[in-house]
Nanobody, 123 residues
Framework: QVQLVESGGESVQVGGSLRLSCQHSGDAYCMGWLRQAPGKEREGIAAIHTTSRTTYADSVKGRFTISQDNTKNTMYLQMNSLKPEDTAMYYC????????????????????RGQGTQVTVSA
């Protein structure tokens, strides 16, 4: 069983930055961030394998960075150059399914998920 608690979401202006945190108990091969915008399906945007190999969705590549601090049992998502389309509920997730030595962004790969933290980006 992996328990996950997100924090750090808030309202920010276009072009701004935020860092989301995910405090977790227990470990899994893959830790990731999912998000769900109003009226849209939940999507995976970033993932990190226990080997530190990372995977990003094209929509966030170059702007978001996922990282893991094992000494604090905390995963982070540094979000820069935020856009209005980044507005969503962000969820921390964990799972055991790996693919070719890394993690996919398929939301169904993740067994555990937190309650979410809201990020709103406005002009």
């Amino acid at each position: 069983q992996v328990q996950l608690v997100e924090s750090g979401g808030e309202s920010v202006q276009v072009g701004g930055s935020l860092r989301l945190s995910c405090q977790h108990s227990g470990d899994a091969y893959c830790m990731g961030w999912l998000r769900q915008a109003p009226g849209k399906e939940r999507e995976g945007i970033a993932a990190i394998h226990t080997t530190s190999r990372t995977t990003y969705a094209d929509s966030v590549k170059g702007r978001f960075t996922i990282s893991q601090d094992n000494t604090k049992n905390t995963m982070y998502l540094q979000m820069n150059s935020l856009k209005p389309e980044d507005t969503a509920m962000y969820y921390c997730a964990a799972g055991w399914i790996t693919y070719a030595g890394g993690c996919r962004l398929d939301r169904t790969d993740y067994t555990y998920r937190g309650q979410g933290t809201q990020v709103t980006v406005s002009a």
